[in-house]
């Protein structure tokens, strides 16, 4: 099956990242959100496969604070969203920020999930890796739960993702990857719900699925809503 059948088949609707970003910051604009009272973050993954979609945020918003970890896992806590918040612009009294969150998972052009090819390496490599690794452990049926000090990031998302997956089940790498953009939906939110005081700050969340491609990167939206005044307002990527 080619790629742009698996597309089509795991994926209702995609955008190329340029028209993702665009299109959000438009949507955000006609609510007061712009790249001059707003600064935006991010949370993607390491690899560097995934930093195109850096540069067209960084285009679109200014530069972004960095929240990203491996498999784009939100481990900067309580901590990293309050030093966000405290390099936001303060415009007519007001803070605002702009979440962008987005594990990613590779397609080759036989349409092969978690395959990919990168610039100056022979053979085939894996997307996300972080997150292929850990699915193999699960299929060995032996995974390391103990925290690796040498290897801090792998170890919390084990754990983490552990959480949400039942036991005995063994997801495939679409399936963990929809699992670790919920798993990081969830957790960006609730540090939101703790450190971002609405009645002085507007924010927005924007999640979704950043898709390596053979040729490009594309994005599946997910969740895409925002606070203003208090109030939250669901949007769509149009």
């Not at 784009?72 to 901590?79: L, S």
Request: glycine share 8%.
């Amino acid at each position: 099956m080619s790629f742009e059948n698996i597309l089509k088949k795991y994926f209702d609707k995609t955008y190329t990242e340029i028209e993702f970003v665009k299109r959000t910051y438009e949507a955000l604009t006609q609510l007061g959100f712009n790249n001059e009272n707003t600064i935006a973050g991010k949370c993607i993954c390491r690899d560097e496969i995934s930093q195109s979609i850096r540069s067209v945020i960084k285009y679109m918003w200014g530069e972004a604070f960095n929240f990203s970890s491996l498999a784009g896992m939100f481990f900067a806590g309580k901590t990293g969203l309050a030093a966000a918040m405290h390099h936001a612009p303060i415009k007519d009294g007001k803070e605002r920020y702009v979440f962008y969150a987005l594990p990613h998972v590779a397609i080759n052009e036989e349409g092969r999930i978690g395959v990919c090819k990168r610039e100056g390496r022979a053979g085939e490599s894996t997307a996300c890796g972080a997150l292929a690794a850990f699915q193999k452990e699960m299929v060995s049926g032996k995974v390391n739960l103990t925290m690796d000090n040498e290897d801090v990031e792998q170890s919390l998302i084990r754990m983490r993702l552990l959480r949400e997956i039942p036991y005995g089940h063994i997801p495939d790498l679409f399936e963990l990857t929809k699992t670790t953009l919920n798993a990081i939906q969830t957790d960006l939110e609730t540090t939101i719900n703790k450190v971002v005081d609405i009645k002085k700050s507007d924010y927005a969340v924007i999640t979704g699925i950043q898709i390596n491609g053979p040729d490009t990167n594309y994005v599946w939206p997910a969740a895409f809503y925002a606070v203003v005044n208090g109030k939250q307002i669901q949007l769509k990527v149009e």
